[in-house]
């Protein structure tokens, strides 16, 4: 399947009003965000930020340096050293003629598509210049022109329609669930329910969709966890999804209308705290982008992740956990949406140490981890793009380029078990263990939880 959308630079003519419309998004940056303006300008051509990019360490060339890349906006912005002057004379006289052309609109639909939006280069640029938000503003303008990859198109469309980016309706749903209380309780050897639209619940749980169907053991952890510790939780068949690919799309409407159905659900159940799971974006929107930002600062909910639940849980003793149960070399993936953007970092292995036998930090770890090569999307991005400069897959593109620095990663702990918060970072790190015939597991940290937990009983 072709991963540029329907409209692909091969199979739509860019025409001249296309162009008008990238030079005119541009020419907005200057009515946009500070920050982002500030990037037009600031960008040194010190290289540093190359040096710090995996996939420009992977494969250096100008196109992949994360400052170069950022130039095939800031050349037409800042054309002739005098801002937007020189794009606003064109724009009252002759179009975009002379800035931009179908090859460069070729260039912005491979390139964009290279960049995992990890954000490592802002952490390590003298300027703290965020190349990502440079190539969302890019992702934005493909996806105005419909040249968004189709797989993101598609899962977007489908969220639309469901409210979950896996498609499942109501009844798919209840029957997992019920499944996976079966698991559960054969597994523990007492019942463990998973409440489904309860009102006045103390907590609603809301993770990926992809869980449900890549990493049920990941779901199973949370309701042990939550029926360990005692919480009043429930789960919501309308919310049960909060991923959303408008961060990687650009695509600001779907981003807040699919974090409304979150705050729908919220007020709806009257719940005290939306917890966010194992997915690095989905806290980021729900947490730093929507919430209180979208709805209001008076909003009668509390946003957090289940990370800071279970990890002040385990500091207070609140159920027994056996580590000796998980005795496999574990290492633990920090997602970059949980790391650079969010600041979750120790939670997840204050969890894992009271949790295994064997961890093993991988070199470099937190905010300076290197990203798995999946992130922005491209993880659900599989087959050949469509656009003539790459004749490979993206998957390919994943397995070679974009993931060789987390395969050394992994490669030098020597751990059996990757621990992979986020759906997007399990699939590709997964996906990189099979293709280089590694034989190393990949699961969520609440996998490990599930199997250390100790209940009465003594299972």
């Given at each position: 399947m072709n991963t540029i959308s329907k409209n692909s630079t091969q199979g739509h003519e860019i025409g001249q009003a296309e162009m008008d419309k990238v030079v005119a998004a541009v020419r907005a940056i200057k009515d946009g965000p500070r920050s982002l303006q500030l990037y037009m300008d600031l960008c040194a051509k010190c290289g540093t930020c190359a040096t710090q990019c995996h996939v420009s360490e992977?494969?250096?060339?100008?196109?992949?340096?994360?400052?170069?890349?950022?130039?095939?906006?800031?050349?037409?912005?800042?054309?002739?050293?005098?801002?937007?002057?020189?794009?606003?004379?064109?724009?009252s006289s002759k179009g975009s003629a002379g800035l931009i052309d179908k090859k460069t609109v070729e260039e912005w639909a491979r390139d964009f598509y290279e960049c995992s939006g990890c954000r490592r280069c802002?952490?390590?640029?003298?300027?703290?210049?965020?190349?990502?938000?440079?190539?969302?503003?890019?992702?934005?303008?493909l996806h105005s022109l419909g040249l968004t990859p189709t797989r993101l198109v598609d899962t977007q469309e489908v969220s639309n329609k469901f409210g979950n980016d896996e498609g499942f309706n109501r009844a798919a749903f209840m029957d997992v669930i019920n499944f996976l209380e079966e698991e559960l309780e054969e597994e523990?050897?007492?019942?463990?329910?998973?409440?489904?639209?309860?009102?006045?619940?103390?907590?609603?749980y809301c993770g990926a969709s992809a869980d449900f169907q890549n990493s049920p053991d990941t779901v199973m952890g949370y309701a042990a966890f939550f029926h360990a510790a005692g919480i009043d939780w429930t789960m919501s068949y309308e919310a049960c999804d909060a991923a959303n690919m408008g961060l990687f799309t650009g695509d600001d409407p779907h981003m807040k209308a699919k974090n409304k159905v979150l705050h729908d659900a919220c007020m709806k159940l009257g719940v005290k705290k939306l917890v966010?799971?194992?997915?690095?974006?989905?806290?980021?929107?729900a947490k730093f982008i929507g919430g209180s930002n979208y709805w209001g600062k008076d909003i009668p909910y509390q946003i957090t992740n289940i990370f800071y639940l279970a990890a002040d849980l385990v500091k207070k003793g609140a159920f027994k956990l056996d580590p000796s149960r998980n005795p496999i070399p574990v290492t633990y993936h920090d997602p970059c949406n949980f790391a650079r953007s969010t600041g979750l970092t120790e939670e997840p292995r204050e969890l894992i140490r009271a949790c295994v036998s064997d961890f093993r930090e991988m070199t470099p770890n937190r905010d300076a981890n290197w990203c798995c090569g999946g992130g922005?999307?491209?993880?659900?991005?599989?087959?050949?793009?469509?656009?003539?400069?790459?004749?490979?897959?993206?998957?390919?593109?994943?397995?070679?380029?974009?993931?060789?620095?987390?395969?050394?990663?992994?490669?030098?702990?020597?751990?059996?078990?990757?621990?992979?918060?986020?759906?997007?970072?399990?699939?590709?790190?997964?996906?990189?263990?099979?293709?280089?015939?590694?034989?190393?597991?990949?699961?969520?940290?609440?996998?490990?939880?599930?199997?250390?937990?100790?209940?009465?009983?003594?299972?």
């Open positions: 992977a494969d250096p060339e100008r196109r992949t340096n994360p400052a170069g890349r950022s130039d095939l906006i800031r050349k037409m912005f800042n054309e002739d050293g005098s801002v937007i002057r020189k794009i606003a004379s064109a724009l802002a952490k390590f640029c003298p300027f703290g210049i965020d190349n990502s938000v440079i190539t969302r503003k890019g992702r934005a303008i523990h050897g007492v019942p463990i329910k998973i409440p489904v639209d309860k009102e006045g619940a103390e907590v609603l966010i799971g194992e997915c690095g974006h989905a806290y980021r929107i922005g999307g491209l993880a659900n991005l599989d087959s050949a793009e469509g656009v003539k400069k790459r004749e490979t897959s993206f998957q390919e593109y994943r397995m070679n380029i974009g993931g060789k620095k987390k395969l050394e990663q992994i490669r030098a702990t020597g751990a059996g078990y990757v621990a992979a918060p986020c759906a997007n970072c399990k699939r590709h790190i997964d996906q990189l263990m099979e293709y280089h015939k590694m034989d190393v597991k990949v699961g969520g940290v609440f996998d490990l939880l599930n199997r250390a937990l100790v209940l009465k009983n003594g299972n």
